[in-house]
């Protein structure tokens, strides 16, 4: 049993040789942490370095970007967009019918019908110019 303190008392002081052993010991977790550390970007760097040039690129500047308040907050709403946009049933199966396709179709034209009239539009303009360029004069 340790003799009793009085409360409000100084510990003991620390002689030398435990605090050499307590600056080995830290030192060792210290060392440790380091390599640790080291061993864990170098596989990162790995990893980055196996998708290419351009991961390898891009990632600096996207880790850049991700400290941008703005961008986080963009970020986070375009994610909270698209989770509102995707469907809570499974999707159709692939349309295999003409009819099918037709009908979709017709679907997509009457929920749009502006865009629709305009994509019409600029696919007979492009269709017309490709001809009047190919035939000659």
Known sequence: MSPARAPGAA???LTAEVRA???CDRLARNRER???WLEQDRRHRAERSAGGWLAGALW???QGLGSQ???SLALGALARGW???TPATPPAPPLEEPLALGAAALAVVRRHPKTSL????IA???LLWSRRHRSPP
């Open 34 to 36: 380091l390599s640790g």
């Open 124 to 126: 007979g303009a492009a």
């Open 118 to 121: 305009a994509v019409g539009v």
């Open 83 to 85: 989770q509102q946009r």
């Open 21 to 23: 052993v307590l600056a």
């Open 11 to 13: 510990p003991p002081p």
């Open 69 to 71: 308040p703005v961008v």
């Open 60 to 62: 600096p500047v996207l």
